[in-house]
């Protein structure tokens, strides 16, 4: 009677042990969405408009209006973020998360705690994607002192270009420069 006792407790255990390891393998996959981890919301969204050294300038899209505040009307958000990843070029809009506090002057200085690629259509009839569009524009301009912000990226099958607007500003001053690139 006392090893049946016995047997029936083993079992038991061991069955409590199999159903909580169960649970906690649901529970834990349950947190997880595939391999893709939920950061929140970016710290920074833009264009990378440089890269140096592993670090990269990524430049906001989107201005801000601090004029009520005596601010700049058309202020865009600017990084530099060290701990870049090799693989992210110059051209790419990408949405940034830091690691740690963002040092405050302009552009900001961060490290870099993730990176993703913003995926963007591919123009139809058109050798270059946006990114490399952009890449070829920025050369253009590479002894221009200042920051500079896409204002706009067109393709045009009629002309088989890209126009490309990017507004610098240096010193308070901000220049428009309007460059046309031909998509071969």
Do not use: H
């Amino acid at each position: 009677m006392n090893r049946i006792i016995r047997r029936f407790l083993v079992m038991k255990k061991i069955s409590l042990f199999f159903i909580v390891t169960l649970l906690l393998s649901l529970v834990l996959t349950a947190c997880f969405d595939g391999d893709k981890v939920s950061l929140g919301e970016p710290d920074y969204k833009g264009y990378v408009m440089d890269k140096k050294e592993g670090s990269i300038l990524v430049v906001g899209t989107e201005p801000k209006d601090y004029s009520k505040n005596g601010g700049d009307p058309e202020y865009y958000s600017a990084l530099w973020g060290s701990n870049a990843p090799d693989r992210i070029e110059v051209g790419q809009q990408v949405e940034v998360w830091v690691d740690g506090g963002v040092q405050e002057s302009y552009p900001g200085q961060a490290k870099i705690g993730d990176v993703r690629v913003v995926s963007q259509e591919i123009e139809e009839n058109a050798d270059l994607s946006e990114a490399e569009a952009l890449r070829k524009a920025l050369n253009k301009i590479n002894s221009v002192e200042g920051i500079p912000v896409v204002k706009s990226i067109k393709f045009s099958e009629k002309t088989n270009s890209w126009a490309i607007e990017i507004q610098v500003e240096n010193a308070g001053e901000k220049s428009i420069l309007t460059m046309s690139i031909n998509d071969n």
